[in-house]
């Protein structure tokens, strides 16, 4: 059975551009993969709202299979937002069986699966995390790799070098960084990030979203999009093999 590679797309902090990311990791890899993007567990919105980060990536890119799997009013992390609504939510293990079970469609070559916010924000009730998803996704055999998306501005070293010390301390991989909203006119504490993030994860930055891209006409963001990222979706040793 075909299985579909899954990435997973955190975050460093909040509002740093993860979603916008996500669309362009998907305007880049839908040019030659089939593929879906998902979003477990969905905040700050009410069922019957639009402006998902569904929403968002559909119009970024145009038409692609999404899937939303949670939906809570707060803008909270899930876990805090079901608290406060009164509600019970699934677990990461049910999360990672509906993951799973869209990546065994057989019809699908990639899923890309944004998380809300950070690596260790809590997805359910017992303190399940985007890394636990990872892991439990794994233990089911699945190739899983993360896109970490960071702020390029003073203090992203440290946040980073702290996501990449939670993921491999946990072993699970990391296919690199992207700075998701960079600035039109750079200060120079951002671009001294562009030399020293590789040497603090010892992992690649796969580029740079210019700041205001997702205000971009979807045309302009798809043309745009293979410009502003290294496609993180080729091995850069061996071109045309998966990335690993």
């Not at 001294?192 to 994860?201: A, G, K, Y």
């Amino acid at each position: 059975m075909v299985e579909a590679q899954i990435v997973l797309v955190a975050g460093t902090n909040t509002d740093i551009g993860k979603t916008v990311a996500a669309a362009a990791l998907v305007a880049i890899a839908r040019q030659r993969l089939a593929l879906a993007y998902v979003k477990p567990a969905q905040t700050g919105l009410q069922p019957d709202q639009t402006g998902s980060d569904a929403d968002e990536v559909r119009r970024l890119v145009g038409p692609v299979e999404t899937h939303e799997f949670l939906r809570l009013p707060d803008p909270l992390a899930p876990a805090a937002a079901a608290r406060v609504a009164g509600v019970s939510i699934p677990d990461v293990a049910e999360h990672a069986r509906d993951v799973a079970q869209l990546a065994r469609r057989g019809d699908l070559d990639l899923l890309i699966v944004e998380g809300a916010g950070g690596l260790l924000v809590r997805l359910d009730e017992s303190g399940g995390t985007q890394a636990d998803l990872a892991a439990a996704l794994i233990e089911q055999g699945l190739k899983v790799t993360f896109v970490v998306v960071a702020d390029p501005v003073l203090g992203t070293l440290n946040l980073c070098a702290l996501t990449q010390e939670a993921l491999d301390a946990r072993g699970l991989p990391c296919a690199g960084y992207v700075f998701g909203s960079w600035p039109q006119d750079p200060p120079l504490v951002c671009e001294q990030n562009v030399i020293d993030l590789p040497q603090v994860t010892g992992k690649p930055l796969l580029g740079r979203i210019p700041a205001g891209a997702g205000q971009l006409r979807r045309e302009e963001f798809v043309a745009a999009a293979p410009s502003w990222l290294t496609d993180p979706f080729h091995s850069r040793s061996e071109p045309g093999s998966p990335m690993r």
